[in-house]
């Protein structure tokens, strides 16, 4: 390097001041500065300013400070684990967990779709002798068809939120109806009828929801009541019932809630799932206390969100189990003869004590009369008359004149 | 600091006993209040505490206490420029120097662009590498030998500025 081949200041001089080159530039420099004044120079001034910047000195800090670092030190020993629940969890590791989830995930799904695949690709009673033994349980046997099928329905809609959603009405044991009748009923023998509407329910294994009965004099009886008959005996249940007098009128109603059902087990499914992951973010996982209190509302938020739903499916469940029925049945009435009621003499009394009270009532309501316009007739007769004496005076006094 | 990670303590007590003096000293020559600057130091080594079961060896410790600092000391800032307070305080001057020498530094360091200031502190005091530099300040390596260049060059004038008033006078 000549004289006249000056090294840059901010690439070359400078570093090389601030030892921030390597040992061969270094060297080079330095075998520049020693043949250069003015580049020397330049390092000698920027040397003395760094020696002059020295000179700013401070004090060191206190032993206040590191009593307070080592207390925080001392307290975050005594609250907190080793770091190794949190050191293995390195950034390259994260990466692993990550793909090792993706790669599971797209396995399940794999497989998921090809066991779909085989289950639709057989024909529909095959797809239903398949899947009925693995889910219908032994318990529910004796309480119906229905329940049975119901209790798999069940059972299905908790297996995966996508199953439960899955159009495939194939699957299905059949479809959920919710029935219910109305009738209107004349009876002669109102108590005998009753009883045997007891019976009925009884014999159909149901039962009696609401009951009214209702009588007024001069008119017949009339009871309303709502039965909730088994949907498999409901049909049995309305023949017996219109044996119980002249049915006036009759209407049934049926309607079909297996997609709500089933919906409505997916959404729970999938609220308990939420439900649980958020148990476990609370277990496992720790946090501010803001956060944990945001856990914590959001799981009391699904808890009661999971309550709601399983009272909508338990009721939904009473409904297609148990037809509703409603009856109104009224008393054939037939008029009786009955002694006159009260007795001649106390009618006569009556009338005469009806004629004093009017006559007192009559001659009370003259008096109020006269009290009330009495001064007002007073008032323009002293006022008119005198007027009327002059005038008639004067009109006798024309006539009479010669 | 991977040791203390691991839960070591004698480790974050020979960090503590090896950079309390550097980082005490960073906020005082950078704050006028002694005590808060003493606060402010404290703060830095607790957050470190603190936040160690997030911390990654991606660079060197010493980026990563000033780049802490460096953050305190702007929110520091921000609340005294809030309060009104920034330029109201007297300037006190250090026990261990010549009185004078110090106050001449610090009011021509006072008196030159933020950015060029922050960047020669680091050097000058801090003795941070021009790579530890740009970690910190997040900015590129030509950047701070510019700025450094720049705020050595200014300074140097200003010093020779008051030192020619001091002999005038």
């Known amino acids: 390097m000549s004289r006249q081949e000056h090294p840059t200041w901010e690439d070359e001089l400078m570093p090389y001041l601030d030892g921030q080159l390597g ?21 000698a001034d920027s040397k003395r300013l760094s020696r002059q910047m020295s000179g700013w000195k ?18 975050r020993s005594a609250n907190t684990q080793p770091q190794t629940r949190w050191s293995w969890w390195t950034k390259r ?89 109305r009738m209107n009923i004349i009876a002669k023998d109102f108590e005998g009828a009753r009883s045997k509407l007891e019976s009925i329910v009884l014999q159909s294994q149901g039962y009696l929801d609401q009951l009214t009965v209702k009588g007024e004099a001069g008119s017949g009886r009339v009871l309303s009541a709502t039965l909730r008959l088994p949907s498999d005996r409901v049909d049995a249940g309305l023949s017996e019932l219109r044996k119980l007098g002249k ?32 148990q476990t973010i609370l277990k496992e996982r720790t946090g501010k206390l803001s956060d944990v209190v945001d856990v914590e509302r959001e799981i009391s938020r699904i808890r009661e969100e999971i309550e709601r739903m399983e009272a909508q499916q338990k009721e939904m469940k009473n409904q297609v189990q148990f037809a509703s029925v409603q009856i109104e049945m009224t008393e054939e009435y037939h008029a009786q003869l009955l002694p006159s009621v009260p007795s001649s003499a106390t009618s006569l009394w009556n009338a005469s004590v009806d004629g004093y009270h009017t ?40 006539t009479f004149r010669p | 600091m991977l040791e203390f990670q691991g839960g070591s303590t004698q480790a974050f007590e020979e960090l503590f ?25 404290q703060e830095t080594f607790v957050i470190i505490i603190r936040g160690s079961e997030r911390y990654e060896a991606l660079a060197k410790f010493r980026t990563y206490i000033y780049s802490i600092a460096l953050k305190q000391l702007w929110s520091e800032r921000r609340q005294e420029i809030r309060a009104g307070r920034l330029a109201a305080e ?33 050097r000058e005091y801090e003795e941070l590498s021009y790579e530890e530099i740009a970690d910190v300040l997040a900015v590129p390596i030509n950047t701070v030998r510019s700025r450094l260049s720049r705020a050595r060059g200014e300074l140097r004038v200003l010093l020779e500025s008051q030192s020619a008033k001091g002999v005038t006078r």
Request: hydrophobic share 40%; glycine share 6%; charged share 25%.
């Open chain 1, 247 to 278: 049915v006036r009128e009759e209407s049934q109603n049926s309607s079909d809630v297996t997609s709500q059902y089933v919906d409505l087990g997916a959404r729970l499914t999938n609220a308990r799932n939420t439900e649980s992951r958020f």
């Open chain 1, 359 to 398: 006559a007192e009532e009559s001659l009370l309501g003259l008096a109020l009369l006269i009290l009330r316009f009495g001064p007002t007739l007073i008032l323009w007769s002293a006022l008119l008359l005198p007027t009327g004496l002059v005038l008639r005076r004067i009109q006798r006094a024309k």
């Open chain 1, 23 to 43: 040992a061969a530039e270094a060297a080079r420099i330095a075998g520049h500065l020693e043949t250069c004044d003015d580049c020397a120079g330049s390092i």
């Open chain 2, 90 to 122: 007297p300037v006190q001057t250090s026990h261990e120097s010549d009185p004078s020498t110090a106050m001449w530094i610090r009011d021509a360091l006072s008196q030159l662009d933020d950015d060029h200031r922050e960047v020669l502190m680091l």
């Open chain 1, 58 to 75: 401070v004090e060191g800090s206190s032993e206040k400070m590191k009593e307070g670092v080592l207390a925080e030190l001392r307290s």
């Open chain 1, 93 to 181: 590791r994260v990466w692993a967990v990550g793909l090792s989830g993706a790669f599971a995930g797209v396995v399940i799904i794999v497989l998921a779709s090809t066991r779909e695949k085989t289950d639709l690709s057989l024909p529909v009673e095959s797809a239903l002798t398949i899947s009925q033994p693995s889910v219908v349980p032994s318990a529910p046997m004796q309480q119906g068809r229905e329940q049975e099928e119901l209790f798999r329905l069940e059972k299905q809609s908790a297996v995966t939120v996508a199953e439960a959603q899955r159009p495939s009405p194939d699957l299905l044991p059949g479809p959920l109806i919710m029935r219910s009748a």
């Open chain 2, 17 to 41: 006993t090896r950079y309390r003096n550097p980082i005490f000293g960073f906020f005082r020559r950078r704050l006028n209040n002694a005590g808060r600057s003493e606060d402010l130091a």
